[in-house]
């Protein structure tokens, strides 16, 4: 083998590597030490035309600046395929982003209450019909003078959760069920180009971020992506729960690999008072409307009666010595007090 080949072979395997380490980033994604705020509150703009679907609004995370809002947005949608919206999800002392994919069903998202259809179990905000998307005007904001596939299916919602993140403590406690299992073991694709320029739009715009807008940014939802203007932008009607500033600063919470204290990062906001239904999902019923389109979607009710977080535990006196003894096991981490919520 001549130096020509070996130099080619080099070069194939250095972009194997590389490919696979950015799958690796589009699967699992980033490791933090604080957990996300609240998803704001907020209205659906109105779909812009046929074959958009709706990708809600998210936290994104800086390095330099911490957490960012990515407005939800009507992104064109590759034909037959539905989005599964990404989620930050509680594992091994960090909160770890687990990014959105295109694929012919409606994966696992956390169980997060995103909205819009996205109730935290799979998408009622429409279906494909051949090569047409047909939209649910129960659910979406959608106009019969610019789109004309529509249809009226009524749900009714039962996770009124503003809870951003999945697992630990505070996190929605919900699984990956048996058929979402299977729908991430389908052919997925990574989200479109537009996706990605809207996400990073939103990263260079500081009252994205959540230390200037304390969870209620000014721009939550767009009617295109990357379409910041006036008359397509959509405020946050309030922030899901109570903002508390991190306790240590956006670069000493990036996580790439060690342990974690466990009451780092953000106080929990004042979580739902007792009753509140944690059902996670949407339940269908054509005979009770409790969600109309994406316009009411602010008017749904939240309780977020406070109770007591223990956060701040008086340190351990210290012990006389004692003669040796086998070690406990170990006890299981918790999660740090996440300030959470949910964006409608």
Not at 176 to 200: C, D, F, I, K, L
Not at 248 to 269: I, Q, V, W, Y
Request: hydrophobic content about 30%; aromatic content about 12%.
């Amino acid at each position: 083998m001549n130096r020509s080949s070996i130099r080619w072979v080099m070069l194939g395997a250095v972009l194997f590597a590389f490919s696979v380490a950015s799958f690796g980033q589009i699967a699992v994604g980033i490791s933090v030490r604080v957990g996300p705020p609240a998803l704001p509150v907020y209205a659906q703009p109105i779909c812009p035309g046929p074959g958009y679907i709706w990708t809600p609004g998210y936290w994104g995370w800086n390095d330099d600046a911490g957490y960012y809002w990515v407005p939800g947005t009507w992104v064109l949608a590759p034909v037959g395929m539905l989005w599964t919206p990404g989620y930050w999800g509680w594992g091994g002392g960090f909160y770890v982003w687990h990014a959105g994919y295109w694929g012919p069903h409606v994966g696992f998202y956390g169980g997060i209450n995103y909205g819009f259809g996205y109730g935290g179990v799979g998408f009622v905000g429409g279906e494909w019909r051949g090569g047409a998307f047909f939209y649910n005007r129960s659910v979406t904001n959608v106009s019969v003078t610019s789109v004309t596939n529509v249809y009226n299916r009524t749900v009714v919602v039962n996770n009124h959760s503003t809870t951003s993140f999945n697992g630990g403590r505070d996190g929605v406690q919900a699984r990956a069920t048996p058929q979402e299992e299977s729908y991430g073991r389908e052919h997925h694709q990574p989200p479109v180009a537009s996706q990605t320029e809207h996400e990073h739009a939103a990263s260079q715009n500081r009252e994205n971020f959540a230390s200037e807008n304390h969870g209620r940014p000014a721009v939550a939802a767009t009617s295109r992506p990357g379409d910041f203007s006036r008359h397509s932008a959509v405020p946050a009607r309030s922030s899901g729960g109570e903002y508390h500033a991190p306790s240590m600063s956006p670069k000493e919470a990036r996580a790439n690999s060690g342990n974690s204290r466990s009451n780092d990062g953000f106080r929990s906001f004042s979580p739902p008072a007792k009753g509140t239904s944690t059902n996670n999902g949407w339940n269908r019923n054509n005979n009770n409307r409790s969600v109309g389109n994406g316009n009411n979607r602010g008017n749904q009710n939240r309780n977020n009666g406070g109770r007591p977080q223990n956060q701040n535990r008086p340190a351990q006196q210290s012990r006389p010595r004692q003669a040796p003894r086998s070690n406990p096991a170990p006890r299981r981490q918790s999660a740090p007090p996440a300030h959470h919520g949910k964006g409608f």
